[in-house]
């Protein structure tokens, strides 16, 4: 058994996990660039980001100077992430409430993730300027001024985003990577990560290369407006920071929202690195820069990129297919992935071509007895329930809802299966029927079938008038078709 290092202590509060994140290497995608490219998991912090280092910092600075109780507003201009580590860091910092002025492009996930936290959210146009009227730090002022108590919490600003860099995290890193470090690869919005922490490291190992990295289309690095907008959040900007200390930067370099969505997904696939959007720019980033290495040396090049945080505010961005295909942010090798796992694998072949047995039925005078009986000699977790009459599906039956039935006393083996039955037709709001479910038939192609069972623990197969019940099919039915594709020789 591997050694494994002590857990670390009990913790007070959640306040006492922030930093000392983990540094991985990345195997996969570094040895094919023949360097040593490694990342602190910066997503590995309570909230999910690097802005928890932030917060607490800010807090802890606030509160010193008296600034904090509980009839405080902190008003946040910022894409999305300080705002949340703010707003759960405030049970253990007097309960103040949060104002979060955030871009239209910040995902609904992270909305969501606001809106629970009780956080007041302003969305902000994403062109405007941060001169301009409309953008989020002169709304933010405007409110910070006229609400009584309010606190503006500008991390564009604040010096306090440097300090907690340069003086924890790039402490953390020299002792994780023992002092040995070549190029160090940063997402920039702010500045105060790569500020922070280029002048701590830099200081200190002698030679090391500062890289930060922005979307296309940002004008962070020279000021410079330019049309256009980018989809990747939590890096670049239309302005550059007054924290940010440029001198300290060696190299710029832009990536697209293609290559930053696809990577990201792309070390989530292979790396098992549950990291954003932003996280991917910056491994792209590190993989451009790595192409002007020298790597002749019995040491390959120690590259340490930074990942900001989690694909968990990007369930619906990020994570989701059908949204990455709209916005066309997949790279041609997972577009192409993509459609053979929808749609090539199962090359035309539809419901008929699965060899179903025919349809095991009970109608809805069957008892529950019965139907226990019938599922569990015949392995069957559902039972479609027939009108005897017409022969017209009218629900199911679940072996596991009526096991739970009758273990709690409320179902009895005298029972009619129709008591307990799922019924395929719900009243509306005017006593009218719907359709409850989506219409399988043995035409129904296989790719809309796995689909389905995407919401779905099985499908009840019947003619297109949904007349008869023809048979029932599940996901495991839809693997073994393929196994017995693939053993047979035929492509899938």
């Not at 009990?10 to 360097?35: E, F, H, K």
């Not at 010193?64 to 894409?79: C, G, H, M």
């Not at 049970?91 to 993730?113: A, C, H, M, W």
């Not at 005078?365 to 392995?379: I, K, P, Q, S």
């Amino acid at each position: 058994m591997a050694t494994r290092i002590a857990p670390p202590a009990i913790a007070d509060a959640v306040v006492g996990t922030i930093g000392n994140t983990p540094i991985i290497r990345l195997n996969a995608t570094g040895n094919s660039a023949q360097i040593e490219l490694l990342a602190k998991t910066e997503f590995s912090n309570p909230s999910g980001s690097i802005k928890d280092r932030v917060a607490q910092r800010v807090l802890a600075n606030l509160k010193a100077a008296n600034k904090i109780k509980d009839s405080t507003t902190l008003v946040v201009p910022s894409s999305g992430n300080l705002v949340i580590s703010l707003a759960l860091l405030s049970p253990q910092n007097g309960r103040y409430k949060v104002i979060g002025l955030v871009p239209e492009r910040t995902s609904e996930d992270r909305i969501q993730f606001l809106k629970s936290l009780g956080v007041e959210i302003v969305r902000t146009p994403i062109e405007a300027h941060a001169d301009s009227a409309e953008s989020q730090f002169s709304i933010a002022k405007k409110i910070a001024t006229d609400l009584q108590d309010a606190v503006l919490v500008d991390e564009f600003a604040d010096g306090a985003n440097v300090q907690v860099h340069s003086q924890e995290t790039a402490e953390e890193i020299l002792i994780q990577c023992e002092g040995r470090l070549d190029v160090l690869v940063v997402g920039v919005e702010t500045g105060g990560t790569i500020t922070g922490l280029a002048r701590t490291l830099k200081s200190k190992i002698p030679g090391l290369k500062i890289v930060g990295v922005e979307p296309e289309h940002s004008s962070i690095h020279d000021g410079v407006s330019r049309t256009g907008a980018w989809k990747v959040e939590d890096i670049g900007g239309n302005f550059t920071p007054s924290i940010l200390d440029k001198s300290l930067v060696d190299e710029w370099i832009q990536v697209s929202d293609q290559d930053s969505y696809s990577t990201a997904r792309q070390l989530i696939r292979e790396e098992g690195v549950f990291c954003g959007p932003s996280s991917g720019s910056v491994i792209v980033a590190a993989l451009r820069y790595s192409q002007t290495l020298a790597k002749d040396g019995s040491q390959k090049p120690r590259v340490l990129t930074i990942l900001n945080d989690t694909a968990r505010n990007y369930l619906s961005t990020l994570l989701s297919d059908d949204w990455l295909l709209e916005h066309d942010l997949m790279d041609e090798a997972m577009a192409k992935s993509v459609a053979y796992h929808r749609h090539e694998k199962y090359r035309a072949a539809s419901v008929e071509d699965l060899q179903l047995p025919a349809a095991v039925t009970v109608p809805p005078a069957a008892t529950v007895g019965y139907a226990l009986d019938l599922m569990m000699t015949r392995e069957f977790s559902q039972l479609p329930v027939i009108n005897p009459t017409n022969r017209k599906l009218m629900g199911y039956i679940s072996l596991t809802t009526l096991t739970n039935l009758m273990e709690d006393g409320r179902a009895q083996e005298s029972d009619q299966v129709s008591k307990w039955m799922f019924s395929f037709m719900k009243k509306g709001k005017k006593g009218g029927g719907a359709p409850a479910y989506q219409t399988i038939t043995p035409n129904t192609p296989l790719a809309d079938l796995s689909k389905f069972f995407e919401k779905h623990s099985f499908a009840v197969v019947t003619d297109d008038q949904r007349r008869w019940c023809l048979g029932v099919a599940t996901k495991y039915d839809l693997m073994t078709f393929l196994s017995r594709r693939q053993s047979s020789g035929r492509s899938f």
